[in-house]
């Protein structure tokens, strides 16, 4: 029986207040810092490492905006298009993990 890999699909993030990120989707392609990777222990789940900078203004992304998810008021990240506009999350200098769960539209960012 073949085993078959689990989907990667390339989602990065763009942004303001992190790290090597800007708004331009080939930013994101090329610095591999920026990468989310699929969390094994749930399909729905991509997961990444980022430096905060300051001020959080983020959208998850894949090459040329599609996918993407747009990180919106109290942690929602609904699917582009949707809501219009990022919504900005002060956020002290410091290494942050990134949970992006697609099913749940959600964005859970805590400080390590």
Known sequence: MMMLAQRKPFVSVCGGGI??????T????????????NNASNP????GE??????LEATFT???????WRLIK????????????NAKYPAAPGVYKVVLDTELERVF???K
């Open 19 to 24: 790290d090597g990120a800007n708004w331009d």
């Open 26 to 37: 080939w930013n994101a392609w090329v610095v591999t810092k920026l990468h989310l990777a």
């Open 44 to 47: 729905y789940q991509l997961v």
């Open 50 to 55: 980022y430096t905060l900078t300051g001020t």
């Open 62 to 68: 894949g090459q040329w905006w599609d996918p993407s």
């Open 74 to 85: 109290n942690g929602i990240a609904t699917m582009s298009p949707g809501e219009n506009g």
């Open 109 to 111: 960012i805590t400080k």
